[in-house]
């Protein structure tokens, strides 16, 4: 790979980290609307459901940032924790600095604090109400999503620093996944899908399969059977699901039939996770197939990444960041490390400030999204340009043992 490139983006990173050190990792989201002090102080808006929802996705939507306007404040949220915690441990992985390990520790005693008490185990969510399509989820109400994340970090954290603390939290949350989320059997009793949150039954394909991967690597840890068996069962569910050129809708609603760039990432990314820690390849053709209609459906050969497997627009800087993720935890690096290569290269030119080295939302058709996002955008691109990093260091250590 060319030295240059690299290079610029270890620059373009450092730039990213400095910004996200400085905000002291708070900072806005696309769906903190219904956190507007104005909002929740007229009676009529935040007891209507259509109302919150159109809110919501006004700020979502909007090019212009109204947020301080209407009194939304920045704030953590602990996915972006999560993210920033698995970040520095690769970090500190690659070059041993004690100030890494010191943001590793102290990310790792946030994110303790900022679990959701009440439920069966350790667990997290968002730092904001929301109100979607199929559900309403009070501020704070435990994801499978946020959960995974945060409790993925904490082991990732656990690797280097062996505080138990970090690994009981992590299987601690197993017991949330397992006790406390709603499940949807398949009607032959081949499996099951884990809901989204104990507060709905909706079948989402990357959420239940991001609880897989919880179970299947806290197993890797303790050898429990039942976290091996469940995490299978639900692995087996999304994958007898594959459409027939290798993609996934969203999930199993009527409207939930699209198909996207980075959860499509998300759902190989996590049977891959299972195989590995499961020492299983019972998936490997599933794999296989889902990764060539990935690569092939997303990026162009510019190194544009587009949003839906039908269209490019939205631009979003998640695409990205989930690229470097998937290819790296599928194993696919060795031959798509260019691709990925392109795709950083295209969206610093065209995503990233100048000025201040944070990552724009989205590019629409006619307009473009700069709003500073810190979970969905900064935290997601520290940590998908950290596994790039990693991956190149890794192939940089292989040729200087040789």
């Not at 889902?290 to 490019?312: A, L, M, V």
């Given at each position: 790979?060319?030295?240059?490139?690299?290079?610029?983006?270890?620059?373009?990173?450092?730039?990213?980290?400095?910004y996200c050190e400085k905000e002291g990792?708070?900072?806005?989201?696309?769906?903190?609307?219904?956190?507007?002090?104005?909002?929740?102080?007229?009676?009529?808006?935040?007891?209507?459901?259509?109302?919150?929802?159109?809110?919501?996705?006004?700020?979502?939507?909007?090019?212009?940032?109204?947020?301080?306007?209407?009194?939304?404040?920045?704030?953590?949220?602990?996915?972006?924790?999560?993210?920033?915690?698995?970040?520095?441990?690769?970090?500190?992985?690659?070059?041993?600095?004690?100030?890494?390990?010191?943001?590793?520790?102290?990310?790792?005693?946030?994110?303790?604090?900022?679990?959701?008490?009440?439920?069966?185990?350790?667990?997290?969510?968002?730092?904001?109400?929301?109100?979607?399509?199929?559900?309403?989820?009070?501020?704070?109400t435990p994801t499978v999503v946020a959960?995974?994340?945060?409790?993925?970090?904490?082991?990732?954290?656990?690797?280097?620093?062996?505080?138990?603390?970090?690994?009981?939290?992590?299987?601690?949350?197993?017991?949330?996944?397992?006790?406390?989320?709603?499940?949807?059997?398949?009607?032959?009793?081949?499996?099951?899908?884990?809901?989204?949150?104990?507060?709905?039954?909706?079948?989402?394909?990357?959420?239940?399969?991001?609880?897989?991967?919880?179970?299947?690597?806290?197993?890797?840890?303790?050898?429990?059977?039942?976290?091996?068996?469940?995490?299978?069962?639900?692995?087996?569910?999304?994958?007898?699901?594959?459409?027939?050129?290798?993609?996934?809708?969203?999930?199993?609603?009527?409207?939930?039939?699209?198909?996207d760039n980075f959860h499509t990432g998300?759902?190989?990314?996590?049977?891959?996770?299972?195989?590995?820690?499961?020492?299983?390849?019972?998936?490997?053709?599933?794999?296989?197939?889902?990764?060539?209609?990935?690569?092939?459906?997303?990026?162009?050969?510019?190194?544009?990444?587009?949003?839906?497997?039908?269209?490019?627009?939205?631009?979003?800087?998640?695409?990205?960041?989930?690229?470097?993720?998937?290819?790296?935890?599928?194993?696919?690096?060795?031959?798509?490390?260019?691709?990925?290569?392109?795709?950083?290269?295209?969206?610093?030119?065209?995503?990233?400030?100048?000025?201040?080295?944070?990552?724009?939302?989205?590019?629409?058709?006619?307009?473009?999204?700069?709003?500073?996002?810190?979970?969905?955008?900064?935290?997601?691109?520290?940590?998908?340009?950290?596994?790039?990093?990693?991956?190149?260091?890794?192939?940089?250590?292989?040729?200087?043992?040789?």
């Amino acid at each position: 790979m060319n030295s240059m490139d690299n290079v610029r983006i270890e620059e373009s990173f450092e730039r990213l980290l400095g910004y996200c050190e400085k905000e002291g990792f708070k900072g806005y989201d696309p769906y903190d609307g219904l956190n507007s002090k104005l909002f929740k102080s007229i009676p009529f808006f935040s007891n209507n459901r259509y109302v919150k929802l159109a809110w919501i996705q006004f700020f979502k939507r909007s090019p212009v940032n109204f947020r301080r306007l209407v009194g939304v404040e920045k704030e953590f949220n602990p996915k972006a924790i999560g993210l920033f915690l698995s970040s520095y441990c690769i970090l500190y992985k690659m070059d041993k600095k004690p100030e890494h390990l010191k943001r590793v520790n102290e990310l790792a005693s946030l994110a303790l604090d900022l679990r959701t008490k009440g439920w069966s185990g350790s667990c997290w969510g968002y730092n904001f109400d929301w109100q979607a399509r199929a559900f309403f989820q009070p501020k704070g109400t435990p994801t499978v999503v946020a959960t995974t994340f945060v409790a993925n970090a904490l082991l990732d954290a656990f690797e280097i620093t062996n505080d138990r603390r970090l690994l009981d939290a992590a299987r601690s949350a197993c017991d949330f996944v397992l006790c406390d989320l709603n499940r949807t059997p398949d009607e032959s009793g081949r499996g099951f899908c884990f809901s989204y949150s104990p507060l709905d039954t909706s079948v989402v394909y990357n959420a239940s399969l991001l609880g897989a991967r919880l179970l299947s690597r806290v197993y890797s840890h303790t050898n429990e059977d039942t976290l091996i068996q469940e995490a299978r069962s639900a692995v087996l569910f999304v994958c007898e699901r594959q459409l027939s050129n290798g993609s996934w809708p969203y999930g199993a609603y009527d409207f939930h039939q699209w198909i996207d760039n980075f959860h499509t990432g998300y759902n190989l990314e996590c049977i891959a996770d299972f195989q590995r820690f499961s020492g299983s390849h019972e998936f490997d053709g599933v794999l296989r197939k889902g990764f060539e209609f990935y690569i092939e459906t997303f990026f162009s050969d510019e190194g544009i990444p587009r949003y839906y497997s039908h269209q490019t627009y939205p631009i979003d800087v998640h695409t990205t960041s989930q690229l470097m993720v998937t290819v790296a935890k599928s194993g696919n690096f060795a031959r798509y490390g260019q691709t990925c290569k392109n795709v950083l290269l295209w969206t610093i030119a065209h995503m990233q400030s100048k000025k201040e080295g944070r990552f724009f939302y989205q590019i629409n058709r006619f307009f473009t999204s700069r709003i500073s996002y810190m979970r969905w955008s900064q935290a997601w691109m520290v940590y998908g340009m950290s596994v790039y990093l990693q991956e190149v260091w890794k192939i940089n250590q292989e040729c200087s043992d040789r």
